[in-house]
């Protein structure tokens, strides 16, 4: 593991890992603060925030309690972004290493392939897969995997590539692994980490084209998310402006705060592995 | 927008790959054969899939269409039959391909007009919200990036640098909303929305004039916006070249800071933001699809995203279509640029 | 002006009925209208075929009824709620077997020929009745139309047709188009379809598809000194939201059929300069419906049926969800509407205890975790309002232990997993009261329709009652007895709850305080616009 201390040698990640805390903080506690549906109606329609200490930050639309939605909105939030970049990453990592493993013929399918999902705006290409499915959680996060995971398979690939040829590989093929078994097994691990380093773009970018979908119609009415409740709140932008404002705020700081983090990670990796 | 994370990761590639240390000449010529050979298959993939992906959508054209004016079952059946949805999937993608192939792109099935006429009384619009955007992040991202990484870790560096990001973190849908109702709304200053005044009959300079007013604000909620990805890898291409031994060299010399930091360490860092450029331009055109909507621009996002609402496959196929070779073109361009660009061709740069 | 002062009055109290919070009415109506000027108004949506005969729908309307005109307009206080336009006067025969149009002298196409009864003869027969999509059900029957001059049409009719409906389609199936453009070629293809030819009092000019339509004033109208507008631009604003920005920054004077969003009247009321208008729609109101897919065997028990509509809180729908700008529904009539209309029909009052009661009674005991069964909703995602009714809903339901899962559909996703997959439980719809039962509200209620037609009843309900009912009202060719036949059908459908109707609303408009004569018919978004005038 790294170093605590090292990775909070900058005020950036301080406070990125301050910001991502308090997101987990939110998520974490949300139904043990909020019980029960935060979608039920709990007061009067539109009441503004600060003016009943039950309902601190208002309610919305139906009468449903901000606050209880922001909490359970951070989870989902959370959820999607972490999820999606699960996805993108697996994918991406797989795709790549086959693409830079076998090479030849596979490689050069694989890749075209991936040049066909770069070629598409990746928000366009969400778009249409979620209008087609159909929005629910599940669908918006493949929707979002869809657009992301050619990235980390360029990386993973360019990462085999530069590995398959190392020693340890080669006494693999020698022993008579089966090639699949030297892909994933010894070639894969070695090529992660730099994946893994996206992912906090990923996942910041992921939450980012939740809220954009929603925003658009595209979201599930089952769950709360920020972009859910920003997109609820536009129709009454000028007379409540705090139902989008509150969640705004929220998204901004969420993907402010992966930003930051991940970046300090990477720094600090960067640091690390130049030391060794 | 998702498309936050395309372009840093494309451009590490970038970074990382090594390159062939041949001619420039010699280079992009083998580049452009290879990729207008490999462009084909991708734009096959890009057409089968896309075609797929709408045959599988719940609901037809008819379905879409109907929403608004209800009807009988003779009348649905009637339509169907009239926009060819009575045919078979895989003759309709023969047929899409066959006409393809005389590169024609059809007959859309909301407008009743041809595809390419449609497309190209938007694309235009697009391309001037695109091109002004990316002008605006890149131009502006990267002096603010030389001035940040002129001197690295200051208090301005790190301001810039936050600043920039929290602006990156906001949706595009937020900014512009909250631009009109400040500049639209409030002050007054600019329209609320268009690309142009309606119906107003200019021409020349004054029709330029007034497309540039009804630009500034969805080309800054656009621009500033990607603002930061330039900003940043100015800042970090910049980092790294301080620490390059040449830099070491020339600071040696004695050479004035602020020469140092122009002439060589910022050229250095601009490299890696021209790759960029060509790389953010299809996710520009995904982001174009919100801003487009929220400014009534009458641009190509805003009609993908009606197509996909109207069902209208081939419209929707067109788009998608021209777009990818935009983005092919654009960065086939990109690149040939670069083979001819970059001082530091071989192994030196593999190490970066 | 003294005919319009009346009308204004009249329509005043005609409406109060169904909406009881209204704001700002209309101020300046009473000052002599100014010639001249354009009109800027907001359009969310873009038609592409713009031929009223072909397509009757409020979108292709709200542009085109400026350009194609009726045989009559709705009215406030003609007879029979019409005022004439292409037509003066009009008459059905007894038997039901023909009905007679006395036709408008002097009318000129746009392209200056004379308008004549051949040209309704052409309408009726090659575009109303085999082309338009309510055309079709309510002309099914014409078998020809007689010509005895330039000035007289006579609808001829196979099977007898009540009168009362052909009058009642009037405003919005008997667009007239001119035989000597649609005469030649396919009628689908005509060009004139995306640039209308008419005789109304504007003239279709330019369409730039994702910026505006632009109408201009046709100077050779038959109408006295009108239109009085030189032009009309509609311009497209795609975003919810913009409207009540373009308004405010005074680039748009007009905004109708609720551009600006319900939520943000109350503030843009108090916006100096701007006004607030809930008048102008009483012709096109809209039914908030729970439709019910009677194939579950849950939905099928009258008893679940009749827990649901005790479930729905009519009142907070109406004061939360359209905050005020609406009317509680007592059954498939509106209550705004003159003819038909009966309040004497059961209902079902909020009661949540007699909710639970009726499921407990009808065997479906809550669960451990409190559920008693699980159901699917899809609201309908056309409104913000049925969305947003969708999320009342689910939580209501919750509230009786019936636990919904709500499905977001886009418009042709859900039109296809409603009405031809019946992928639904529950669904949340908007369907139209066009004036008269017959023309699109029995369909939903109506057994042994084919799968796929949409706003219709696709949840597999029969009544054999009912269905004999329906048959009979549309065979009756005496008013009053269609009349009541019409209100033992709102009452057997309140009974047997084949769908649930919670709540009626319509559109709101909001103007400049410049723009004149504004809602002063019931189909005033979609009317001529030929007296609609600009102060300044």
């Known amino acids: 593991m790294i170093p605590l201390r090292r990775f909070l040698h900058t005020p950036e990640a301080i406070a990125g890992a301050i910001l991502l805390t308090a997101l987990f903080a939110m998520a974490l506690s949300a139904s043990l603060l909020f019980p029960g549906d935060p979608q039920a109606i709990a007061g009067p329609a539109l009441l503004p925030p600060f003016q009943d200490w039950s309902l601190p930050l208002g309610t919305d639309r139906l009468g449903r309690d901000v606050l209880a939605e922001l909490f359970h909105g951070a989870r989902t939030s959370l959820a999607v972004g972490l999820a999606a970049a699960a996805a993108a990453l697996a994918v991406g990592a797989v795709v790549g290493t086959l693409a830079g493993f076998a090479g030849g013929l596979v490689d050069e399918m694989l890749m075209r392939t991936t040049d066909a999902f770069q070629t598409v705006p990746s928000f366009l290409l969400a778009l249409a897969f979620v209008s087609v499915v159909g929005p629910s959680l599940g669908v918006v996060v493949i929707a979002i995997a869809l657009g992301t995971w050619t990235g980390p398979a360029r990386v993973a690939r360019a990462e085999v590539l530069s590995i398959r040829e190392r020693d340890y590989v080669a006494s693999a093929r020698a022993v008579g692994m089966h090639p699949l078994e030297i892909a994933f097994r010894e070639v894969l691990p070695n090529a992660l980490p730099p994946v893994l380093a996206m992912s906090s773009v990923i996942v910041a970018a992921a939450i980012l084209t939740e809220a954009a979908l929603s925003f658009l119609g595209l979201g599930d009415p089952n769950r709360v998310t920020w972009g859910g409740m920003i997109s609820e709140g536009r129709a009454v932008l000028r007379t409540a402006p705090f139902l989008s404002i509150v969640p705004g705020i929220a998204l901004v700081l969420t993907v402010l705060g992966i930003y930051l983090a991940g970046e300090g990670i990477v720094e600090t990796t960067a640091v690390r592995r130049g030391l060794s | ?352 | 002006m003294s005919g319009f002062t009346i009308s204004r009055r009249k329509m005043l109290a005609g409406s109060a009925m169904l909406l009881a919070s209204t704001a700002m009415p209309i101020s300046g109506w009473a000052q002599t209208p100014k010639k001249g000027g354009r009109l800027v108004l907001a359009a969310d949506s873009e038609p592409r075929n713009l031929n009223p005969a072909i397509v009757a729908s409020n979108g292709v309307f709200f542009i085109s009824s400026k350009i194609v005109e009726t045989l009559a307009e709705a009215s406030f206080d003609g007879k029979d709620g019409l005022a004439p336009r292409l037509a003066v006067s009009w008459e059905g025969a007894p038997d039901g077997l023909s009905a007679t149009f006395k036709l408008r002298d002097g009318v000129k196409w746009h392209d200056g020929k004379p308008f004549t009864s051949a040209d309704v003869a052409f309408s009726a027969l090659h575009i109303w009745k085999p082309l338009q999509n309510l055309g079709r059900t309510v002309f099914k029957d014409l078998a020809a139309v007689d010509t005895p001059d330039d000035l007289t049409a006579v609808f001829k009719f196979a099977k007898p047709t009540p009168f009362q409906l052909i009058r009642n389609a009037l405003p919005a199936l008997s667009s007239v188009v001119p035989k000597h453009i649609y005469e030649v070629g396919k009628i689908e293809d005509n060009p004139a379809n995306n640039a209308p030819i008419g005789t109304g009092p504007f003239k279709f000019d330019e369409y730039k598809p994702g910026q505006y339509y632009r109408l201009t004033k046709n100077t050779d109208y038959w109408g006295k000194d009108e239109p009085y507008l030189d032009e009309i631009i509609y311009q497209v604003l795609p975003d919810r939201t913009s409207a009540a920005s373009a308004l405010e920054a005074g680039e748009i004077q007009l905004a109708a059929f609720s551009a600006v969003p319900l939520a943000d009247l109350d503030r843009i009321s108090k916006v100096p300069g701007l006004k607030v208008i809930t008048k102008g729609y009483e012709g096109l109101t809209y039914q908030l419906v729970v439709e019910i897919n009677h194939r579950r065997k849950e939905l099928a028990d009258l008893k679940v049926r009749q827990a649901i509509a005790h479930a729905i809180d009519k009142d907070f729908v109406v004061k939360t969800v359209f905050l005020g700008y609406a009317a509680t529904a007592t059954g498939p009539v509106p209550k705004n509407d003159p003819q038909f209309y009966t309040a004497n029909v059961p209902t079902y009052p909020f009661d949540v205890a007699k909710a639970n009661a009726l499921l407990d009674e009808a065997g479906y005991k809550k669960g451990a975790d409190g559920k008693r069964f699980s159901l699917k909703l899809l609201p309908a995602p056309y409104f913000n309002e049925t969305k947003q009714f969708g999320d009342y809903l689910r939580q209501a339901l919750a509230a009786i232990g019936i636990d919904a899962q709500l499905v977001n559909n886009d418009s042709a996703a859900h039109i296809k997993a409603v009405y031809t997959d019946h992928a639904f439980d529950l669904a949340v719809g908007p369907p139209v009261f066009r004036g008269d039962p017959a023309i699109s509200t029995t369909i939903l209620m109506q057994s042994g329709i084919p799968d796929g037609v949409p706003f219709s009843n696709q949840g597999g309900y029969k009544n054999d009652a009912l269905d004999a009912l329906i048959t009979k009202a549309s065979e009756t060719l005496d008013t009053s007895a269609r009349t009541d036949l019409y209100k033992e059908f709102q009452k057997e459908v309140a009974a047997d709850l084949p769908l649930i109707n919670v709540a009626e609303w319509s559109f709101i408009s909001v103007a400049r305080d410049t723009v004149g004569n504004i809602a002063n018919n019931p189909r005033w978004a979609v009317s001529n616009w030929a007296d609609t005038y600009l102060e300044s």
């Open chain 2, 1 to 352: 927008m998702s498309g936050r994370t395309e372009g840093g990761t494309r451009a590490r590639r970038f970074c990382s790959s090594s390159r062939a240390a041949d001619a420039p000449m010699t280079r992009a010529l083998a580049l452009l054969r290879r990729r207008l050979v490999g462009s084909v298959f991708v734009l096959l993939i890009v057409v089968i899939g896309t075609f797929l992906l709408l045959e599988a959508a719940p609901g037809d054209a008819v379905d879409a269409y109907i929403v608004s004016t209800g009807g009988d079952a003779g009348m649905i059946e009637l339509l169907r039959h009239r926009w060819g949805l009575d045919q078979s999937e895989l003759a309709r993608l023969a047929n899409y391909l066959w006409a393809l192939l005389h590169l024609d792109l059809g007959q859309s099935v909301t407008f009743s007009r041809p595809i390419r006429d449609v497309i190209l009384e938007r694309l235009p619009n697009t391309l001037l919200l695109m091109v002004s955007a990316t002008a605006l992040s890149f131009g502006l991202g990267s002096a603010l990036g030389i001035y940040a990484g002129a001197r690295p870790g200051s208090l301005r560096d790190r301001f810039l640098s936050i600043g920039s990001l929290a602006l990156y973190a906001v949706p595009g849908f937020w900014l512009g909303l909250a631009l009109i109702i400040v500049f639209a709304v409030g002050l007054r200053w600019l329209p609320i929305g268009g690309i142009e005044t309606l119906a107003s009959d200019k021409t020349g300079l004054d029709r330029a004039a007034d497309i540039g007013i009804h630009l500034v604000l969805p080309v800054s909620a656009l621009g500033f916006i990607y603002l930061a990805l330039y900003l940043r890898m100015m800042r970090a291409g910049m980092a790294e070249v301080w620490r390059q031994d040449f830099v070491l060299a020339v600071r040696a010399r004695g050479l004035s800071r602020r020469r140092i930091v122009l002439a060589h360490v910022a050229r250095n860092a601009l490299l890696p933001l021209v790759t960029m450029l060509g790389l953010q331009s299809a996710q520009m055109l995904g982001g174009s699809v919100v801003i487009e909507s929220v400014f009534s621009v009458p641009g190509l996002g805003r009609l993908a995203q009606e197509a996909v609402a109207s069902r209208d496959t081939p419209l929707l196929l067109g788009i998608i279509l021209v777009s990818a070779v935009l983005v092919i073109a654009i960065n086939l361009l990109v690149d040939i640029a670069y083979a001819f660009l970059d001082p530091r061709v071989g192994a030196s740069e593999a190490g970066a």
